[in-house]
């Protein structure tokens, strides 16, 4: 069972708008504003899409973006297309006994 | 550009130890850590641990103390991460990748992770 909790899928059509929530508790989401975010396509290293809830890294889509509300983190893809088809996995600092902590991930279909 | 390059893939017998190497390029390697995380088949990313390159402090998850040892040359800007007594539920991809770390509240701490390897995988079989 991972610490953060994420919808196992999600779905949209091309051009649509989806939003994948990552819940946490007051001890890891709640309480620092270092949750990351990243993609996973199929037999691929995971790459960096949102760093400190809503930042962007150079080079990455501004389709892509961060937000959080108490525990739960979101991050938003407008304008899908079929290339943001992957996994999409949170991460949270969580504290000096469990530093780093992960969702179980969300499998992004598009339609 | 940055570059992060692992060793290859390993099949190691239940009980036996494993060594992954992650030779990082393109940036000054004592300016950043290396943390290592691992996906076993079809599952999601479990953080194992982290090495500053700068000083070779590690933080290691509760989970893996004492079976794992990471480790960093700075002559050849290679990271290592050793697992030691190995079961079949470390059959893993293991990643390496390079860490931005803060410091918050007089604690160093990971930040986020924004270049990785391309993964080694390890598979623990009898």
């Known amino acids: 069972q991972s610490a953060l909790t994420q919808p196992a899928s999600v779905s949209g059509s091309p051009g649509q708008s989806i939003t994948i929530s990552c819940t946490g508790t007051s001890s890891d989401v709640g309480s620092y504003n270092l949750v990351s975010w990243y993609q996973q396509h199929p037999g691929k290293a995971p790459k960096l899409m949102i760093y400190?809830?809503?930042k962007r890294p150079s080079g990455v889509s501004n389709r892509f973006s961060g937000s959080k509300s108490g525990n739960t983190a979101s991050l938003t893809i407008s304008g899908l297309q079929a290339e943001d088809e992957a996994d999409y996995y949170c991460?949270?600092?969580?504290?000096?006994?469990?530093?780093?902590?992960f969702g179980g991930g969300t499998k992004l279909t598009v339609l | 550009q940055v570059q992060l390059v692992q060793s290859g893939a390993e099949v190691k017998k239940p009980g036996a130890s494993v060594k992954v190497s992650c030779k990082a390029s393109?940036?000054?390697?004592?300016?950043?850590?290396i943390s290592w995380v691992r996906q076993a088949p079809g599952q999601g990313l479990e953080w194992m641990g982290w090495?500053?390159?700068?000083?070779?402090?590690?933080n290691y998850a509760q989970k893996l103390q004492g079976r794992v040892t990471m480790t960093t040359d700075t002559s050849t800007s290679t990271a290592y991460m050793e697992l030691r007594s190995l079961r079949s539920d470390d059959t893993a991809v293991y990643y390496c990748a390079r860490v931005f770390v803060i410091t918050f509240g007089g604690v160093i701490v990971n930040d986020y992770f924004d270049y990785w390897g391309q993964g080694t995988l390890v598979t623990v079989s009898s």
């Open positions: 991460c949270s600092y969580a504290g000096s006994s469990t530093p780093v902590v």
């Open positions: 400190e809830v809503s």
């Open positions: 393109g940036y000054t390697f004592t300016s950043y850590g």
């Open positions: 090495i500053s390159a700068y000083n070779g402090n590690t």
